[in-house]
């Protein structure tokens, strides 16, 4: 039986056992409710600016309602106009909501009805308009052609940005945020879940089974496939949730979440559970019960930490910067600052390729020392095992019992 | 057949095995008993390859044992292991897969075993939920699931009532009687004396005695009961090497010495009477180890 078979045989039990828990379903369940819920709270009570605006005109104003949805396109604000004879049948739909304003009028007596809340691009466009209106009609009385003076006012400010900030990079840095704290936040726990399944087997006295069929390495690798397809699961599932939710409630344009920025997602996910869970598996290996599991785990949990923290800090006020390029080459740190990186598009593809050898290479470095701190450790309960009995540079003074 | 040969284990300033050898054949339960901390658990680690020995080897039929064949071991540790939480079956499935049976043999060979160990109706249920007799069973069913070639059994008896004592032992004869060597260890000499072909003393992981359970009671000292009504105290005087063991009415226990015949003990009494009883004393497998653990009898 080739070690391909076994690893598969050790992760699907892992798998099979938790994703049938009761703590999986209902972790998953209350996450997609908690994000599906910000979504729509989002789109439904707190931002209405970006749904489009019924907006009705009558009279005299019917004539301002193509500059008026023009210039409000010039705001991103969608318009739709809808012409009345009466005012009655306007203000009655205002009332029931199917209006959000009913502009009437025009010039300096330009009116507009709302409901209750007036919105205020709206108000800015049809101010705007209305003035333009009066100031026509002052021009021609003068005998002043208007388009000759629109024409001298066909300008605008030049602005010198010495540091350029624009939307749609805030945008950017954003989502890579959000990527970096999802792989973040999975990391953590499943991280931390492999720590309490090693310390499960181990205290269950079921690993020396286990190790008189398998190669302690063989086990691991089995178990951090497992949890971590769960983990994969339960991404999928609650992002996938998210993004139909988002994307229908037109919260986020799909397009600025790039194709390429899901890809790398997927991949910092597998490769930086990867590496973490090593870790994860090699401290839990050295202790016997579960109460210690925190304990031993800090450290490790410390470095992901202090990987978020500078993403936070150092890499999304700045992701363009040395510094962050440099912090994104550190293997440890790698998986949470690159994807910010390459959300704000500032990472070019050889650095990410170059990073992604690195975090490969500190795996299979990880593997060989967390296989030998496990298979050192791992037979042996009691108290702590000391880091340098695990790794095997000191002669063990304990027996193992 | 399974060859240990003169395995030595260190931990530290601690000498767990010291040139430890014996062999088990095909179709031979061979009982290993000794003292807590003797060495059997560490000697069955070795054997499993869950320990390495500091020198010696392990052979197995003929050759040093490989990876391959050692997962060929059907292994009860000394303390136990199983998943709390999930099924009998599934549990004797994973373990059968492990050893790369197929998944639809691997369900057969698991409802077989249970159904030969009577635990055919407690497949489904969480292994938690089962007596400790039962958990026990279901132990043995993980070692047996992928037939195993070898069978290493750590105190395979602890914690049993007589009747699944019993039940294992059949199972255990079994396997034997299909031409596997089978090593267990056992506290219960008892147990030991009856289920076992050979036994094997282990001391301060040194093998201090082993052989059939005959040949090493044959080995304790050559003691005689003798019933004369008639007799007095000190009647065996005459009779060079006799000394009294014990008096018990008319019977008195006579240890002789190696080149005293018993042949002139037995003429002795004869002219004192009738004799009721004449028998060679043979010393249970429990006082030959407390002889053998207290340094009394050495060696083979």
């Known amino acids: 039986m080739n070690s391909q078979a076994l690893i598969r045989v050790i992760a699907t039990r892992e798998f099979m056992t938790r994703i049938r828990t009761r703590v999986f379903a209902i972790t998953t369940a209350l996450t997609v409710i908690a994000i599906g819920g910000y979504i729509l709270l989002q789109a439904y009570v707190f931002n209405t600016s970006t749904s489009s605006l019924e907006v009705g005109f009558v009279g005299a104003a019917q004539s301002i309602s193509a500059p008026v949805r023009a210039e409000a396109a010039g705001f991103g604000e969608t318009?739709?106009?809808?012409?009345?004879?009466?005012?009655?049948?306007?203000k009655a739909d205002v009332q029931s909501g199917t209006l959000d304003a009913l502009v009437s009028g025009s010039g300096a007596g330009t009116t507009m009805m709302v409901q209750s809340k007036v919105?205020?691009?709206?108000?800015?466009?049809?101010?705007?308009?209305?003035?333009?209106?009066?100031?026509?009609?002052y021009l021609t009385k003068h005998s002043l052609p208007p388009s000759d003076v629109d024409g001298q006012l066909a300008f605008s400010v030049s602005v010198n940005e010495l540091s350029p900030v624009n939307a749609a990079r805030v945008e950017q840095i954003v989502i890579g945020l959000l990527v970096a704290g999802v792989l973040y936040v999975t990391m953590v726990i499943y991280g931390q879940l492999v720590a309490a399944g090693v310390i499960e087997e181990k205290s269950n006295r079921i690993v020396e089974i286990l190790l008189a069929t398998v190669r302690p390495w063989q086990l691991m690798l089995g178990k951090i496939t497992g949890i971590g397809l769960v983990a994969l699961v339960q991404v999928v599932l609650i992002a996938g949730v998210a993004l139909v939710l988002a994307s229908a409630t037109k919260l986020v344009s799909i397009p600025t979440l790039g194709i390429d920025v899901v890809i790398s997602g997927v991949v910092w996910f597998v490769l930086g559970y990867l590496m973490y869970a090593l870790l994860y598996a090699a401290a839990g290996s050295m202790v016997s019960r579960q109460e210690d599991v925190a304990s031993v785990a800090l450290p490790v949990t410390l470095m992901l930490v202090a990987a978020w923290i500078i993403a936070l800090t150092v890499a999304a006020p700045d992701p363009g910067s040395p510094a962050t390029s440099v912090f994104s080459f550190i293997p440890l740190f790698s998986p949470v600052i690159m994807p910010v990186r390459i959300a704000a598009g500032v990472a070019p593809f050889w650095q990410v390729a170059i990073s992604v050898v690195l975090v490969i290479a500190t795996i299979y470095i990880l593997v060989a020392i967390a296989g030998r701190i496990y298979r050192n450790s791992v037979l042996r309960v009691g108290g702590r095992v000391k880091l340098s009995d695990a790794l095997g540079i000191a002669p063990s003074g304990k027996p193992v019992v | 057949m399974l060859e240990l040969n003169h395995l030595t284990k260190r931990f530290g300033p601690l000498e767990a095995l010291h040139d430890l050898s014996f062999e088990v054949r095909p179709g031979e339960i061979f009982g290993f008993v000794g003292a807590n901390g003797a060495g059997k658990t560490t000697t069955m680690r070795v054997v499993l390859g869950v320990l390495e020995a500091d020198s010696g080897s392990v052979i197995w039929d003929g050759s040093p044992i490989t990876f391959a064949a050692r997962r060929r071991i059907g292994y009860i540790p000394e303390d136990r292991g199983l998943y709390p939480k999930m099924s009998v079956i599934a549990q004797l499935e994973y373990f059968a897969r492990l050893h790369g049976v197929v998944r639809k043999a691997a369900h057969e060979a698991s409802i077989a075993l249970l159904e030969r160990l009577g635990l055919a109706d407690r497949a489904k249920s969480q292994l938690q939920s089962l007596s400790h007799g039962n958990q026990q069973r279901v132990q043995l069913a993980a070692a047996l699931v992928f037939s195993p070639d070898l069978l290493v059994l750590d105190e395979p008896f602890a914690g049993l009532d007589p009747v699944a004592v019993d039940a294992m032992t059949d199972v255990l004869r079994a396997e034997a009687d299909a031409g596997k060597p089978v090593v267990l260890s056992?506290?219960?000499?008892?147990?030991?004396?009856?289920?076992?072909?050979?036994?094997?003393?282990?001391?301060?992981?040194q093998m201090v005695a082993s052989g059939t359970v005959a040949e090493l009671t044959e080995r304790g000292p050559l003691r005689f009961w003798v019933d004369?009504?008639?007799?007095?105290?000190?009647?065996?005087?005459?009779?060079?090497?006799?000394?009294?063991?014990?008096?018990?009415?008319?019977?008195w226990l006579l240890q002789l010495a190696d080149d005293a015949g018993e042949q002139a003990v037995l003429q002795k009494a004869l002219t004192l009477g009738p004799v009721h009883e004449f028998r060679r004393e043979r010393p249970a497998l429990t006082q030959l180890f407390r002889d053998v653990m207290s340094g009394k009898a050495v060696d083979e």
């Open chain 1, 119 to 137: 919105d205020l691009t709206l108000e800015t466009v049809l101010n705007d308009v209305a003035r333009g209106q009066v100031l026509d009609q």
């Open chain 2, 186 to 205: 056992s506290h219960q000499l008892d147990i030991v004396e009856r289920v076992c072909d050979r036994v094997g003393i282990i001391n301060h992981g």
């Open chain 2, 228 to 251: 004369v009504p008639g007799a007095v105290a000190g009647w065996y005087d005459g009779v060079p090497g006799v000394t009294l063991v014990e008096q018990d009415g008319s019977r």
């Open chain 1, 79 to 90: 318009i739709n106009v809808h012409p009345y004879t009466s005012a009655a049948a306007g």
